[in-house]
């Protein structure tokens, strides 16, 4: 949705006026995974930095099935949010999907078309991961210098792995922020542009 359809319709100059319906589920399914996927990212931050900290403690909550379990958690509350707050609405004049079915017309800039729940989500997604990612490599600097032994090191696997995190989690990050922003104020089309590269990177 984020990429293919936002194509298509940017490249037809679509607006919420010539496919409501389409936008409307379009908009209301990609808000529901845009909630799902950076929920589930918590978790899986969460579970990145006890592998590297305390791997027993990692095993002992993901292991087996409980991992499926957890995902429930994310899922339930990103279709709970989709089905009762305001989706995003695609607008061919911006190449991006905004609260607005307006915008560019007549731009209220979050007076009457606003979703609070995305708002207050994305700014946990922006300064929740960033804590944990903080102190979490505090953490890690402080163990990794208290051991000289390479059996408290943390391997390379272990280390790419946290960075692949990083990597999703700067993205999201990134796309939240444009995203709070844009809705509220004008912003230039190329951080627009950024915004949803940055959607479309953190989804894969």
């Known amino acids: 949705m984020n990429g293919l359809e936002t194509g298509i319709l940017g490249l037809m100059g679509a607006v919420f006026c010539d496919y409501p319906t389409l936008i409307y589920t379009s908009g209301s399914i990609g808000l529901s995974l845009w909630f799902a ?32 379990w957890l995902t429930v958690v994310p899922s339930i509350y990103a279709v709970v949010l989709s089905l009762f707050t305001a989706p ?32 207050i989500h994305d700014t946990f997604v922006i300064f929740g991961l960033s804590a944990i990612y903080i102190t979490f490599s505090v953490l890690l600097t402080i163990r990794t ?21 990083v ?14 922003y844009m809705q ?7 951080i627009i542009i950024a915004g949803t590269y940055a959607w479309l990177f953190a989804h894969g």
């Open 37 to 68: 996927e950076t929920s589930a990212e918590l978790l899986l931050a969460i579970n990145r930095c006890l592998e590297l900290l305390n791997p027993k403690l990692a095993h002992d909550i993901f292991k087996g099935n409980r991992t499926w």
């Open 88 to 119: 995003i609405l695609f607008t061919g004049l911006y190449f991006s999907w905004f609260f607005n079915p307006y915008v560019g017309y007549n731009d209220d800039f979050g007076k009457i078309y606003y979703n609070h729940a995305h708002t």
């Open 145 to 165: 210098n208290s051991y000289s032994t390479s059996t408290h090191q943390p391997t390379l696997a272990q280390k790419m792995t946290f960075m692949q995190v």
């Open 167 to 180: 990597i999703i989690s700067f993205f999201n990050a990134m796309a939240a922020g444009i995203y709070i």
């Open 184 to 190: 509220t104020v004008r912003i230039s089309d190329a």
